[in-house]
């Protein structure tokens, strides 16, 4: 059973725009979520992160927003920039030795 | 930087052939897994490693095998490669221990099974 699900496979938004892409989790023990970003033919590349004693995590134009009691995760890229197309991967771990990931959601940024 | 290093970025094989993917990481990581990526199944877990000669299934560990033989070197194989195998496979490592770090990962190897 999926532990952490991404329920829109994809989401386009205008360039300058804000772009949310959402994350439900369901194993209330997961206390660290991270977020990748994942371009064709390429590994995924480590984009952000909240602990769950935290309720917010920026990083320049990146923020993660953390509702533990909802179990929900967002990430919000403002400006979106053509850059940031690709598909973003939503994760949480409990111990720091296993990585559950969801589905993806494809961005795509219109110039 | 850290870098996981796949030793394919694409491969062919075929049908029955026994295949191994080699993946190697140079920042002494306790924690190595090995993912599949497949369109709208996102990143699904094979199997990973804690430990050199120490293995955990994952989601999906039906036709696969592992070794670590050694911390920085983390093998796939598939024994008997089937069509259903064909896949982007992803190898990741993490420092393992307390939550408060990510997985690095490899740039894929697309695996084709004809």
């Known amino acids: 059973d999926q532990q952490v699900k991404q329920n829109s496979p994809s989401l386009s938004v205008q360039e300058g725009r804000i772009s949310i892409l959402n994350c439900d989790y369901t194993?209330?023990?997961?206390?660290?979520f991270l977020w990748y970003k994942k371009y064709p033919a390429e590994g995924p590349t480590f984009l952000i992160s909240i602990s769950s004693i935290k309720d917010k995590n920026e990083d320049g134009r990146f923020t993660v927003f953390l509702n533990k009691s909802a179990k929900h995760l967002s990430l919000h890229i403002v400006p979106s920039q053509p850059g940031d197309s690709a598909v973003y991967f939503c994760a949480a771990s409990n111990t720091g030795n296993q990585f559950y990931f969801g589905t993806g959601t494809s961005l795509t940024v219109i110039p | 930087d850290v870098k996981v290093t796949q030793s394919s970025r694409y491969l062919v094989k075929r049908t029955g052939e026994k295949v191994f993917l080699e993946c190697v990481q140079d920042?002494?990581?306790?924690?190595m897994f090995w993912y599949r990526q497949d369109p709208g199944l996102g990143l699904r877990l094979i199997y990973f490693?804690?430990?050199?000669?120490?293995?955990e299934k994952g989601d999906i560990p039906e036709g696969y095998s592992v070794s670590r033989e050694k911390k920085e070197r983390f093998s796939l194989i598939l024994e008997s490669a089937s069509t259903n195998q064909t896949s982007m496979y992803l190898c990741?490592?993490?420092?393992?221990?307390?939550?408060?770090?990510?997985?690095?990962f490899g740039q894929g190897t697309r695996l084709t099974v004809v």
């Open positions: 194993n209330s023990m997961f206390d660290y």
């Open positions: 990741a490592s993490s420092p393992g221990g307390p939550p408060g770090a990510e997985a690095f």
């Open positions: 920042m002494d990581h306790e924690n």
């Open positions: 490693s804690y430990d050199v000669k120490m293995k």
